[in-house]
């Protein structure tokens, strides 16, 4: 969690986003969050992403890892989101609680869906305002948040979304949106 400053004289409105998919964890017969995937972020700098995702990424993904689906041939398709420092997706890790590598950990991981107009498209909310980077990956069901397994498992990250600016707007929580590949090919995201 970020750390933050209270001033004398001023409303202060911060929002506690708790990310289930990376701090969830099951111990024994109970489950536990932990802290890695809770933030805090100030309502007056932050913004939400509304992301569209190219059909052709999630058709090529299942296709070339057709041997590694859930049975009846299922996909966990799955957005990751890092900071700016990561260029390209040679520096992508996926979620796990530590790392051995150069391989930088996700800030937040998101399910991609299908919308009501058969769009993939994806959400992210309650982000500080700044510079990301959008990975992503159809083998979301190989990716243990505990592990690894990029370099333990057999999870692969495969394709880089391209760099995004989330923008906070006048009063905070903006809605950006953000395209990956060819996007969800004219759509529209309104509605979903």
Partial sequence: MADFTVEAGRHHTHTLEVDLYRGMFQNSEEFEIRHIGINSVDNRHMGHVIGEMDPQW?????????????PGGLFKHLAYLYPDSVTGIAQMADS???RNDQRVLPIAVTPIFIGEQGDWHFVMGYLPKGNYRVGYSCLGHLDDPQTDDINDGEFVMYRDGGALTVNSGDNGGHQNVHQCGNGHAGGGHGGH
């Fill in 58 to 70: 999630l058709a090529d993904c299942e296709a070339e890892f057709a041997s590694k689906s859930l």
């Fill in 96 to 98: 796990s609680t530590s």
